[in-house]
């Protein structure tokens, strides 16, 4: 009996099967997307995690891995009966030297900031899920975060990562692989392995700091973002609108401290005062500004706060898409065309990789009745891609040839190393 196999290996404390114990595992952070299963598993060593791969697997039962629950796109419920299992126990952190770690699929965001900066270093994707988010579901889902205009998304900071097959294989370096699995793990959404454990590159953090809150007319917005975007120093150049600093400010409970058709929030940090070629990138904008990190979080509140305000509104239908520079001033008009009777919020990170290509990763917040498909209609005909950096999921699999041009090949690498299908079935892959 495979549950029975699974306690042994896990132990009856992380088998968890009673339905109390079971539910925070059975629905998505946002409450939209909720599964059910017959058991969590928690396995608490590699060799654990392996024994309950390889038991799933010669019993054919499907499974679906799960970190920190953050995902948006419904990528860690098990929708259809499967088994979970939680890599939340495999937590262990390793500092290598101050250029890479080697963090546990379960190590929170936090914990590797936390590792990263005892050695004077900083980790190079941050998002405001920080305290939950696990390094093996941000591998998954390739998350971008607020820094993504300076490091690149998760991918860009892989060096190496050790994985367990469908089949229960720990593979513990994917450095020497025939198969190009450490190139394709990030953005694979469990499909193709289970993360293990992933080393990561970690860098210096330039001294000096300049944070600018920056209100920006819509005539402008496609210049500010450009220039701010070309500067050496740039760390983060992130977008919101009148709407959304005020949803945010009642979340916090404090005043705007902005408004405008949009606001930018714009990071540097150099080693000298980064602020004159911040300011120079603004030119006359009203602007508020800080240059210590205490002014600055203050700031970042506002940004930070969007998505748990939001969610206090209701359950928001959320689409995580990516639009070209050009099209951001249409952008709301045109969800607001599709989707009549919902309130709508939009928010983002103005840049999606490092190499500060005009294209911008921005989360689009529905609240209300809508219709998913007119809104990604909508962002079709603006030439954006339905999927920017929270994955495909189950979501979007429907629309995923459209959103990744690498699908093909993930398919062919999915079949080799997953040939029974048993690895997250509910996503990224369109239906058969
Ligand atoms: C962000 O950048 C996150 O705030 C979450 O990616 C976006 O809640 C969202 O829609
Ligand atoms: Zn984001």
Redesign the pocket.
Known sequence: MLISDLVDVVGFDHCLTDPGLRTGYEVDWTGRYRGHTVAVLRPGSIEELAAVMKLCHDAGEPVVVQGGNTG?VGGGVPLHGELVVSVARLGNLRVISNLSLQAGAGATLAAVQQAAASVGARFGVD???RESATIGGMIATN????NVVRYGPMGDQLIDAGVVLADGRYVPSLLISDDDLLGHLAGSEGTLAVVAHATLAIGPTPPDLAIAMVEVPASEIEAVVGRVGSLESVFAVELFGAREVELAAMGIGRSAPARADWLVLAECRSDGDPLPELQAAVGDLPAVVATGQREGGELWLF??A??ES?ARLGV?H?Y?VRIPHGALNDLRATVETAAPDADIFL???AFSDRQRTPLA?V?V?AVGVVDDEAVFDAIETLNGSVAA??GIGTAKRHRAAAARSDLAELRMLKDRLDPKGLLNPNVLFPPQ
């Open positions: 948006m998002t405001a899920a998350a971008g975060g607020m940004r930070e969007l998505t939001v928001p959320k995580d928010w983002g990170h990763n989360h917040n950096e929270h």
